[in-house]
T-cell receptor, first 114, second 113 residues
Framework: NAGVTQTPKFQVLKTGQSMTLQCAQD?????MYWYRQDPGMGLRLIYY???????DKGEVPNGYNVSRLNKREFSLRLESAAPSQTSVYFC?????????????FGSGTQLSVL | QKEVEQNSGPLSVPEGAIASLNCTYS??????FFWYRQYSGKSPELIMF????GDKEDGRFTAQLNKASQYVSLLIRDSQPSDSATYLC?????????????FGTGTRLTIIP
């Protein structure tokens, strides 16, 4: 079982470039999430999708957009990358949201914006 | 005050000893608590969750919750070098109706052979 698959694993962008991070899960989970992890800041939620067809902002949504393409796939787009977006990005999924929100994470994307 | 607070460490524990990791949270209405383990350069992995006051045991791991003190801990018995990792505490905070899962910044644990 693949679980949560993220691509790419590494990416270097120049300021102002755009890119899309792809995420897919094969566990038939309803909820999907995008987090970023920065040293000393912990994991911070960017956007989430509680179910197919819905998306909501998390703690740090500025500069990002998302698409819940279907139940399996949830993509994160940076329209105009900035150095402040240099981070490790994790996609995650959960069977349900709320108090039973048990997250399964993808392997992460190391993004550097120069 | 951070919503979920952990000592960043590093915490060094001899092999075979008990490692004790602690976490406090700000919202008295929080209902669920999770411990994730993250090896260096890898993604977080859920290892324990607890909803009720008291202890919950799973193998060498015990999660302890004290809602009155707003305190959750993770004990690792018979620590092994393979337990060396960063441990992330997370709480589902009610946050004045804006419910969300909030992570602490993690405690780095090193098991010394």
């Amino acid at each position: 079982n693949a679980g949560v698959t993220q691509t790419p694993k590494f990416q270097v962008l120049k300021t102002g470039q755009s890119m899309t991070l792809q995420c897919a899960q094969d566990m038939n989970h309803n909820s999907m999430y995008w987090y970023r992890q920065d040293p000393g800041m912990g994991l911070r939620l960017i956007y989430y999708s509680a179910s197919e067809g819905t998306t909501d902002k998390g703690e740090v949504p500025n500069g990002y957009n998302v698409s819940r393409l279907n139940k399996r796939e949830f993509s994160l787009r940076l329209e105009s990358a900035a150095p402040s977006q240099t981070s490790v990005y994790f996609c995650a999924s959960s069977e349900v949201g709320g108090i039973n929100e048990k997250l399964f994470f993808g392997s992460g994307t190391q993004l550097s914006v120069l | 005050q951070k919503e979920v607070e952990q000592n960043s460490g590093p915490l060094s524990v001899p092999e075979g000893a008990i490692a004790s990791l602690n976490c406090t949270y700000s919202d008295r209405g929080s209902q669920s608590f999770f411990w994730y383990r993250q090896y260096s350069g890898k993604s977080p992995e859920l290892i324990m969750f607890i909803y009720s006051n008291g202890d919950k045991e799973d193998g060498r791991f015990t999660a302890q919750l004290n809602k009155a003190s707003q305190y959750v801990s993770l004990l690792i018995r018979d620590s092994q070098p393979s337990d060396s990792a960063t441990y992330l505490c997370a709480a589902f905070l009610s946050n004045f109706g804006n419910e969300k899962l909030t992570f602490g910044t993690g405690t780095r644990l090193t098991i010394i052979p």
